[in-house]
Every structure is written in structure tokens, then in C-alpha cells.
């Protein structure tokens, strides 16, 4: 059948393909994180696991020396990836690359760096820390951001919208403990401001909905898609007190 309807999760890649960041976030954020760090040079390694389209990944290469490598599981963000790479004359030191950062290809004690911005709470904190230190080298730095409760209230409106979205959310505090029980010291954590959620992310998406609408017209999985990304922005209007992204960078001890 020519006219195949697309699932929701069809419209997810396709709305998110032409954003400049798939996820929560901001360049100045990016870069705040990076002055955490102090091993960098002209050989270093750096992986940017799930890097979509390379939002992040490219202000990386712009601001570090060294080799990165992009891992995301969606072959069309990678090759969306290697273009944004040629078109910033980074190729020769940025390359994306379809793969899992749940089973990663590459070899123990290989990287510098380990980068990873909006992906790491829909495999678990702990479980992704955990195998991804093996590919650290000592005094490597991981730097990763992950949806936090900022508060010890929790409403119960905004609590089950995140056990519904299959993503671990848990305090500060009990992932700074994580990342210490894993085998890092920790360098830094830091919420991002409101604006990494609206002027980046929901404002961009706002009307990549809308351009589907127009792709769609009368499409019900739409009108759906579209229905559940306004609950998610007026949500985090209404509760955003309660939780936000926070950068959580540690060091491999």
C-alpha cells in the first residue's frame, strides 16, 4: 500500500528530524559542561552516545580537540549526522555511526570521553553508567544529562506522566550516589534553565507539528501525536518546579 498510515512513533523521527536538538538542551549548556572537564588534546577520544542528528555533537567538535564519534540506533539521524559533519568541514574528525548504546562497539579503556545529552534514563542511570565506565580510560570523564526531581514533593499528576513514559527519574542527590557507587568521582551537576526546555526543544517542536499537520491532513495518529507533545509542554509549565534536566559529569576513578 502506497499511502501507509505512520505510527506514532513514525511521526516522533520524522517531526524530530529537522531540529537542531532531538532532546532538552542548549549549546551554552553544552559548553558550560565542558569546562568541567581538563583532559582534552589532540588525540583524545570522545563518543556521543544517542546523538540524534548531532546537535550537540557538532558545538563538541567545536570546542574540543580530538576525535568524536556519534552512536544513535536511527540510521536516518546519522545520515542527517555525517551531513550536519561535511557541512561544518568537520568530517575528518566527526563521523556518525548506526549502533546501540546499550551493546556498544568498541573496545574497553577506548575513550577519553563519554558524552550523552537527553538519552541515558530510558535504559536506567545506573545501568548505562555501569557499562559504559568499562570503555572509559582512568580518569576519563562521562558527562550525561538525565531528568531529575529537583524537589522531595512529587505531584501525583506529574509523577505517573513519567512512570507512563518508561524513562527512570530519580532525585540528585540518589544519582550523584549512583554515579559514586558505579566508580566516578563526581565533577559536577547543574540543572539547566527553563529555556533548554521552550526556546530549544518545545518551541521547535511546536512547529514541526504543525508542518505535519499540513503533511497529514486529518490524520488521527497526528491529531494524537501532536495531542501528547501539548500535555508534555503544559505539564512542564505547570510543575516545573519539581523536576528538570541537571547535567551530572563525573570522572572515572
Not at 577519553?112 to 545501568?127: C, P, Q, T, V, Y
Not at 513514559?165 to 539547566?192: C, E, P, R, T
Request: hydrophobic fraction near 40%.
Amino acid at each position: 500500500m502506497e499511502n501507509k498510515q505512520p505510527t506514532i512513533d513514525d511521526l516522533g523521527y520524522e517531526s524530530h528530524m529537522g531540529l537542531e536538538r532531538q532532546g532538552i538542551g542548549s549549546a551554552e549548556m553544552t559548553i558550560k559542561a565542558l569546562s568541567f572537564l581538563d583532559n582534552l588534546n589532540d588525540i583524545s577520544k570522545t563518543a556521543d552516545l544517542a546523538c540524534g542528528t548531532g546537535g550537540q555533537t557538532m558545538v563538541l567538535a567545536q570546542n574540543i580537540a580530538g576525535s568524536i564519534i556519534g552512536v544513535d540506533i536511527y540510521p536516518a539521524f546519522i545520515n542527517v549526522f555525517n551531513d550536519n559533519a561535511k557541512k561544518l568541514n568537520l568530517q575528518n574528525r566527526v563521523n556518525g555511526i548506526v549502533g546501540s548504546m546499550e551493546n556498544l562497539p568498541f573496545q574497553k579503556e577506548e575513550f577519553d570521553l563519554i558524552w550523552s545529552e537527553g538519552a541515558i534514563d530510558s535504559i536506567g542511570f545506573e545501568k548505562g553508567l555501569t557499562h559504559w565506565i568499562g570503555f572509559l580510560k582512568k580518569n576519563g570523564y562521562v558527562a550525561v544529562t538525565c531528568p531529575s526531581w529537583l524537589t522531595y514533593e512529587r505531584p501525583a499528576e506529574i509523577e505517573k506522566f513519567w512512570v507512563d513514559a518508561g524513562g527512570s527519574i530519580d532525585s540528585i542527590g540518589s544519582n550523584i550516589s549512583i554515579m559514586q557507587k558505579v566508580g566516578y568521582s563526581l565533577a559536577a551537576a547543574f540543572v539547566l534553565p527553563e529555556k533548554c526546555w521552550t526556546d530549544t526543544y518545545f518551541i521547535p517542536r511546536e512547529a514541526a507539528d504543525k508542518a505535519l499537520l499540513e503533511k497529514y491532513p486529518g490524520n488521527e495518529n497526528v491529531k494524537e501525536y501532536i495531542k501528547e507533545n501539548k500535555f508534555e509542554a503544559e505539564l512542564y509549565s505547570k510543575y516545573k518546579q519539581y523536576y528538570g534536566y541537571v547535567f551530572y559529569i563525573g570522572k572515572k576513578i
